[in-house]
């Protein structure tokens, strides 16, 4: 795209400039950063010294600015890179950032900023109030369109390998949103309750929080909000889709990825029959998982999820042929059969009667078989989570004694450290660096177990340290009951030859598509990965009917985007945005004590309503908005996208006009006057907000308890006209903003009294002099001196130190119940990194300098780079106008210029 | 006065769980800043930041004026 002009933002002075050269005839490209034109000025409550309303005056130029036929605006975009050509001209690089809303759809109806559950400071009420992630900047935008806040993906839901949104549910918990929050999960998978109680929760494990206090409970949020739910919704409340595909589907297993996939291939209208081979369908879930742990009413509650889409489940049906089913009218089929097998010890009298695989153990008790291990001994050999659930669901079987026996230190055990502790306190006894060597028995049964000790050597090829038997450490360890829990394996001998399988008996697929050799057969799960967490057979299942349903639909698999988050948001940049941080400690987690025989109840206690929303209100909201997905539900012009991505666009201009305006003072660099400490200390652009009709409150009122004020106190000349800070100019707004808003609150607060303490009022312009004595004549009272010091009284009022120089210099205090900091202007030095290959010159303010001010004012030290408004120094807004004007000049002229030469 | 200077951001983050104390606590009436702060044992000036996200979403709106203070009744809420 070529233009002749390029204007780098779009407050006062960029808008000015890019109207006259638009009228003359110039294309023009105007950028602006933020999601509206109008830069500072729209945010004005009244202009000086006529009293005229700012957006009277700004928003017909906004509107003229980005109708204009000559003109195209870019929002929410940010100019990276201005280079000069060899042909002259300037190659620009300018980064659209995303606004995940559709700007051609949004109306501007601002439902999506309603039902939005992330609140953030709003930077266009000088952080006065809240607004959303999802906003429209302010009410008089243009374009009046909204945009999301997305820094990135929240590291919770970036960590999660199925694509949960746990950001998203803990920012609706929070709100006390759980129905939604549920139904945000169910759009991932449908074993909620589950994963709630039996997830290893990554997402916990890049929680940001946990760099502070310790990160928030977000599996067992999600257990609060799948418990909530159920509790109120005994039957599902979702139906089958709408409209029913004429294609099959057979998924061949019932544990998290074929339920997961069930529900994702029936939500898209596929018929989905499940084919189970035990008794009961649920996988993993049902037969390895204690109940203790993930009660089966709620794996049976999991599993309604699917069903109610009208998914049929079939048990006792063992599918030795996944292809054969296409004979029986399947277009395609997943294959999620799980790990049902187990890894053999290898030691000798493994199958005396009385030593059993853990799954086999786990399985005959999850499905109801009696297995009394009453006053019996019971070791359980392996290190890992289904050794230590063996051993718990031991205890609760009433043996006298269960010892697991571990070949490794408790530094290698691969069960969780918490597992490893509540078995301890249920009276599991450890014994590290032993192993069994043989299975002694008489007339095949067990009786003990020959032992031997092991010491830690090498570490091995995958760097754990490899465990050696020490000779002559052999001991007999007596035992009526042994659980061999050495790994899980899947079971896959019937499909060798129909499938291509791995070497270790995995299913082969393609990683991203999952399609095995087969191309309508597909497979995922533990069958494919190994034992692996639920979460990742979650992961699976729902990729495998993404993929499964383009296979159907006869789309390309390869290079489609499946995964199209966003990536991690940087931990640190999260925690530098606060200076500081209150301590919120973790909900103790709890646990029912004092196990007996038989007792399978849930061990682990369910937070209650108000230690879930205090959890919740742990979150630092680290992607800003959290992908609830309430916007894209509440939209009615289904605006939303969250597949936006930022753009870079180049364009070609033959000139340059750099209008990127000024900084304010940051009080917080005078704390004498306790900006930020003190809540009645306010700035000038805070008090210019609160008479703004768009004000943040509903009246002028002190921002520490909300009381009308009746005695305002404006100190001038903050943090300019001061060589403490830095900044010797004077501000040239400061004393006419201040007679203002005097102006301005003596009419919306008859009552008040308003002072100013100034050193000297500058009513330089056409009618300052007559706007200040109008102040005077009001009532406002001038005090000439400088205050030195505010200290805070109870009630929030304020007590000023100042040198009351009219009164012979004498040091004076006066109590005011609102304090104003007149704040000045600063240079936006960020201008100066824009250019590539020449440098813009700087004044020795580090205002952009305007070389020839005199004779050509506006140009820079760039040739074709011209400057316009306060970027070059503080002026009011005529003058900004005014010198606007002059730069639009200039680049018309230096386009003529260089067009002639050619 | 002696208060913990706590950052903005994270009051203002906190107005999502404070909304239903604040609602639970104007169902007995209409109350000014200082009186929904001393219900919910809150300072004031961070009630503040979020009666006043509050009204800027129609969740509660100012009614009278009385000694300096308005008070704040609960709304259905914008678009409701």
């Known amino acids: 795209m070529n233009y002749d002009v390029l204007v780098v933002g779009s407050g006062i002075g960029g808008m000015e400039s890019a109207l006259k050269l638009g009228d003359m005839g110039y294309k023009v490209l105007v ?22 309303c700012a957006s009277c005056i700004s928003t017909p130029k906004m509107a003229a600015t980005t109708h204009h036929p000559n003109i195209d605006v870019m929002i929410y975009s940010e100019v990276e890179r ?15 950032k995303p606004t995940f809303v559709n700007q051609a759809l949004c109306t501007g109806c601002r439902q999506c900023e309603m039902t939005c559950n992330v609140a953030v400071p709003d930077q266009y009420n000088a952080d006065m109030v809240a607004r959303r992630a999802a906003y429209i900047a302010f009410p008089q935008a243009v374009p009046k369109k909204a945009v999301i806040e997305r820094e990135g993906t929240s590291p919770c839901s970036f960590a999660c390998p199925a694509g949960i949104k746990a950001h998203g549910y803990v920012a609706l918990v929070r709100a006390g949103k759980y129905q939604e929050a549920f139904n945000l999960i169910l759009e991932t998978t449908p074993v909620i309750g589950s994963l709630g109680r039996a997830c290893y929760a990554p997402c916990e494990g890049e929680c940001t929080r946990g760099d502070l206090e310790g990160p928030l409970p977000i599996r067992k949020l999600k257990r609060f909000v799948a418990d909530t739910y159920y509790r109120e919704h005994a039957e599902p409340e979702h139906k089958p889709a709408g409209e029913v595909k004429d294609k099959k589907v057979a998924v061949v297993g019932s544990g998290p990825a074929g339920l997961t996939a069930a529900m994702h291939l029936a939500r898209r209208g596929y018929r989905v029959k499940i084919f189970e081979a035990e008794s009961r369908p649920g996988g993993m879930l049902r037969l390895a998982i204690p109940s203790y742990r993930l009660p089966k009413d709620v794996v049976d509650r999991d599993i309604k999820n699917v069903t109610a889409l009208g998914v049929e489940i079939e048990t006792g049906v063992r599918v030795e042929d996944p292809a054969g089913l296409k004979e029986q009218g399947f277009d395609a089929v997943f294959v999620a059969t799980g790990t049902p097998g187990t890894r053999k010890l290898r030691v000798e009298g493994e199958d005396l009667d009385g030593v059993m695989t853990s799954l086999d153990f786990l399985r005959r008790v999850n499905l109801g078989e009696k297995i009394s291990l009453e006053g019996k001994t019971v070791v359980v050999a392996g290190g890992g989570n289904v050794a230590v659930d063996s051993a718990r669901v031991a205890v609760r079987l009433g043996a006298r004694r269960v010892i697991v026996q571990y070949r490794r230190s408790r530094a290698e055990m691969p069960a969780h450290d918490w597992e490893i502790k509540g078995a301890e306190k249920e009276g599991v006894e450890f014994q590290y660096l032993s192993a069994p060597q043989k299975f002694i028995g008489e007339n095949g049964k067990l009786t003990g177990i020959e032992c031997i000790k092991m010491e830690l050597g090498p570490p091995d090829a ?44 995995t299913i082969s697929v393609n990683p991203e598509t999952l399609q095995t050799s087969v191309p309508f057969v597909f497979a995922g799960g533990d069958v494919v990965t190994g034992p692996s967490m639920i979460v990742n057979a979650v992961a699976q299942g729902r990729r495998a009917a993404f993929f499964i349903d383009r296979y159907l639909r006869g789309e390309e698999l390869e290079g489609t985007g499946y995964d199209y988050r966003m990536p991690a948001v940087d931990k640190q940049k999260v925690t530098g945005r606060q200076r500081s941080y209150r301590t919120l400690a973790p909900v103790p987690g709890r646990e029912v004590t004092g196990v007996r025989a038989g007792d399978f109840t849930e061990i682990e206690l369910p937070l209650t309503v108000e230690e879930a929303r205090y959890s919740a209100g742990r979150c630092l909201d680290c992607g800003v908005c959290s992908e609830c997905r309430q ?25 340059v006009i750099v209008s990127t305006g000024f900084k304010l003072f940051d009080a917080n660099l005078k704390p004498q006057y306790g900006y930020g400490k003190y809540k009645n200390v306010i700035t000038g652009m805070q008090m210019d907000r609160l008479l703004a009709p768009t004000r943040p409150y509903n009246t002028v009122l002190r921002p520490h308890d909300g009381k009308v004020p009746d005695n305002i106190a404006f100190i001038l000349c903050t943090g300019s006209r001061d060589c403490t800070v830095d900044n010797p100019l004077c501000s040239r707004v400061c004393c006419m903003y201040s007679v203002k808003q005097n102006q301005l609150i003596m009419g919306a ?9 100034y050193i000297d009022i500058r009513a330089f312009s056409k009618g300052y002099e007559e706007f200040y004595q109008q102040a005077s004549a009001m009532g406002a009272n001038f005090i000439k001196g400088r205050v030195a010091r505010i200290e805070e009284k109870e009630d929030g009022n304020l007590v000023l130190h100042y040198e ?6 004498k040091l004076s205090r006066a109590e005011h119940d609102l304090v104003v900091l007149s704040v000045g202007l600063l240079p936006n030095t960020g201008v100066f990194n824009l250019f590539d290959g020449d440098k813009l010159e700087a004044d020795e303010f580090l205002y952009v300098k305007e070389v020839n001010e005199d004779v050509n004012p506006g140009q820079t030290s760039i040739d074709g780079v011209f400057v316009a408004g306060t970027a070059s120094g503080a002026k009011d807004i005529p003058d900004s106008i005014l010198h606007a004007g002059a730069a639009a000049a200039q680049a018309a002229a230096y386009v003529e210029r260089i067009r002639m030469s050619k | 006065m002696k208060e913990e200077v706590r950052d903005i951001r994270e009051i203002i983050r906190e107005e999502m769980l404070m909304r239903d104390k604040i609602l639970a606590v104007l169902r007995d009436g209409p109350k000014t800043v200082p009186e929904i702060a001393q219900a919910l044992g809150c300072p004031s000036h961070e009630v503040m930041y979020w009666v006043m996200g509050m009204r800027k ?6 009614t009278e004026e009385e000694d300096g203070y308005y008070k704040y009744r609960a709304v259905a809420g914008e678009g409701k």
């Open chain 1, 631 to 655: 916007c894209v539900a509440a939209c009615p012009a289904g605006a939303i996208d969250m597949t936006m991505r930022a753009e870079e666009v180049d364009v070609e201009a033959s000139s």
């Open chain 2, 57 to 62: 979403y129609g969740h509660v709106a100012e």
């Open chain 1, 82 to 96: 201005i280079k000069r050509g060899r042909d002259g001209r300037f190659q620009v690089r300018v980064r659209k």
């Open chain 1, 804 to 809: 009351d120089i009219d009164n012979g210099g």
């Open chain 1, 462 to 505: 995958g760097g754990r340290r490899k465990p050696v038997a020490v000779k002559g450490s052999e001991y007999r360890l007596p035992a009526d009951f042994v659980i061999t829990a050495v790994g899980l394996a899947p079971a896959t001998e019937q499909l060798a030859g129909r499938l291509e399988l791995n070497q270790n008996g």
């Open chain 1, 749 to 757: 607060l008859p009552l008040a009294d308003v002072t100013v303490y």
């Open chain 1, 31 to 52: 950028v602006e950063k933020e999601p509206s034109v109008g830069g500072k000025m729209i945010l004005l409550s009244k202009v000086f010294p006529t009293l005229d």
